[in-house]
């Protein structure tokens, strides 16, 4: 059974970093790009940020771009989303996603097969 579980959400005060870890299990995604995005309360879900399968392309939603860094450890199966800077408005639950067809970055949702359950962040002012 493939899963992808996510850690490291939780509070955190206006300024601060969280690091977010995606670990998988039951097939390697080494070979496919890997997301993550994030759905805020009474909000659609958007994409935040993806990296392709060898972890030297990435790719960013313009408004968190330099507040981000997305990152893998294929021999762990796992992603990881640095954040800095968090503002409130980063509020959200966090989804961590993998392709099994594209091993570019790419921003779509509907071309990740695989999700996770999602990591609360929550960001106070």
């Known amino acids: 059974q493939v899963q992808l579980v996510e850690s490291g959400g939780g509070l955190v005060q206006a300024g601060g970093s969280l690091r977010l870890s995606c670990a998988a299990s039951?097939?390697?995604?080494?070979?496919?790009?890997m997301g993550w995005f994030r759905q805020a309360p009474g909000k659609e879900r958007e994409f935040v940020a993806a990296?392709?399968?060898?972890?030297?392309?990435?790719n960013y939603a313009g408004a968190m771009k330099g507040r981000l860094t997305i990152s893998r450890d294929n021999a762990k199966n796992t992603v990881y989303l640095q954040m800095n800077s968090l503002v409130p408005e980063d509020t959200a639950v966090y989804y961590c996603?993998?392709?099994?067809?594209?091993?570019?970055?790419?921003?779509?949702?509907?071309?990740?097969?695989?999700w996770g359950q999602g990591t609360l962040v929550t960001v106070s002012s």
């Open positions: 996603a993998a392709s099994t067809v594209y091993q570019t970055p790419v921003r779509a949702a509907s071309i990740y097969a695989y």
């Open positions: 039951g097939r390697t995604f080494s070979r496919y790009a």
């Open positions: 990296v392709d399968w060898s972890g030297t392309s990435t």
